[in-house]
């Protein structure tokens, strides 16, 4: 098996490319020998590792996963798309599915598959690396073991934000307000949950203001809890820090702007994503 990376690239929208191009500690030190957002290669060679991206949704991306699996020592599926289907996996329209089928003058795209599917459906898989997309620091520890990342087990500790005794009793909704930029985003009415979030990250979007909207998927702490154990405790973190409704709580998890993460959770219960293979 020859040695170097490469990088398979299925349905997604590249974000996770550009992250790993964001770090430059790779570039002359280890040799890339795939990418076809830079690299114009036809065909995969062998390689030591293949890390995947985007979300296997045509036939096309079926094929070339199955060729690539084959040629390399181990498997990574890279991002939230590849390693729980992603933004196209939320829900199976079939009226969206069924317009598709029907227009089969679409000659120059590939035909959808019924719905989209993570990389671990279709082949072996070694490890996993989450995030949409993971950050570049990410993709060289998991690559090439940097040794100065030390993951925190979630979001919440790495934000290192100050814990309050205030008690907001509604939310303050998405982004809306003035963030004070020293206290925990819950104690100021912000659903955030870094709490339950694996770490790792180094918390970017909690420490700018940002909820924490479960991006890097469950904490070893939920990867074998049902999505519904995972609404019970991070009600209870809710519960512990403000006077906020519950019901308001509940109805804010359930909202669009979790849902594109907050699926993933549920999706590791009882399955093959074993905590000690997720970085």
């Not at 060679?45 to 296997?56: N, Q």
């Given at each position: 098996?020859?040695e170097?990376?490469?990088?398979?690239q299925?349905?997604?929208?590249?974000?996770?490319?550009?992250?790993?191009?964001?770090a430059?500690?790779?570039?002359?030190e280890h040799?890339?020998?795939?990418?076809?957002?830079?690299?114009?290669?036809?065909?995969?060679?062998?390689?030591?590792?293949?890390?995947?991206?985007?979300?296997?949704y045509?036939?096309?991306?079926?094929y070339?996963?199955?060729?690539a699996?084959?040629?390399?020592?181990?498997?990574?599926?890279?991002?939230?798309c590849?390693?729980?289907?992603?933004?196209?996996?939320l829900?199976?329209?079939?009226?969206?599915?069924?317009?598709?089928?029907?227009?089969?003058?679409?000659?120059?795209?590939?035909r959808?598959?019924?719905r989209?599917?993570?990389?671990?459906?279709?082949?072996?898989?070694?490890?996993?690396?989450?995030?949409?997309?993971?950050?570049?620091e990410?993709?060289?520890?998991?690559?090439?073991?940097?040794?100065?990342?030390?993951?925190?087990?979630?979001v919440?500790?790495?934000?290192?934000r100050r814990?309050?005794?205030?008690?907001?009793?509604?939310?303050?909704?998405?982004?809306?307000?003035?963030?004070?930029?020293?206290?925990?985003?819950?104690?100021?009415?912000?659903?955030?949950?870094?709490?339950?979030?694996r770490?790792?990250c180094?918390?970017?979007?909690?420490?700018?203001g940002?909820?924490?909207v479960?991006?890097?998927g469950?904490?070893?702490?939920?990867?074998?809890?049902?999505?519904?154990?995972?609404?019970?405790?991070?009600?209870?973190?809710?519960?512990?820090?403000?006077?906020?409704?519950?019901?308001?709580?509940?109805?804010?998890?359930r909202?669009p702007?979790?849902?594109?993460?907050?699926?993933?959770?549920?999706?590791?219960?009882?399955?093959?994503?074993?905590?000690?293979k997720v970085f």
């Amino acid at each position: 098996m020859a040695e170097g990376f490469a990088v398979l690239q299925l349905s997604g929208c590249s974000g996770c490319e550009v992250s790993m191009l964001n770090a430059e500690t790779w570039l002359h030190e280890h040799r890339l020998v795939y990418m076809p957002l830079i690299l114009s290669a036809e065909d995969i060679p062998e390689v030591d590792t293949l890390l995947v991206t985007g979300a296997v949704y045509t036939e096309d991306d079926l094929y070339r996963l199955r060729i690539a699996a084959g040629r390399a020592r181990e498997v990574v599926p890279v991002g939230t798309c590849a390693v729980s289907g992603g933004v196209a996996n939320l829900g199976h329209r079939d009226e969206v599915r069924q317009l598709f089928f029907e227009q089969m003058e679409r000659r120059h795209m590939p035909r959808l598959l019924p719905r989209s599917r993570a990389v671990d459906e279709i082949v072996p898989v070694s490890r996993y690396l989450t995030g949409c997309p993971p950050t570049p620091e990410l993709y060289m520890a998991l690559l090439f073991g940097a040794s100065d990342l030390k993951p925190a087990s979630t979001v919440c500790i790495e934000c290192g934000r100050r814990k309050t005794r205030d008690r907001p009793q509604r939310l303050m909704g998405f982004q809306g307000g003035e963030v004070d930029p020293e206290i925990c985003l819950i104690n100021q009415g912000y659903l955030c949950i870094g709490s339950s979030t694996r770490g790792g990250c180094r918390a970017p979007c909690p420490r700018a203001g940002h909820p924490c909207v479960g991006c890097r998927g469950p904490s070893d702490g939920f990867i074998e809890r049902s999505s519904e154990e995972w609404f019970t405790a991070i009600q209870r973190v809710f519960q512990r820090l403000t006077d906020i409704p519950p019901e308001e709580i509940d109805r804010g998890i359930r909202s669009p702007q979790f849902a594109l993460f907050l699926f993933q959770f549920g999706d590791y219960a009882g399955a093959r994503r074993e905590k000690d293979k997720v970085f």
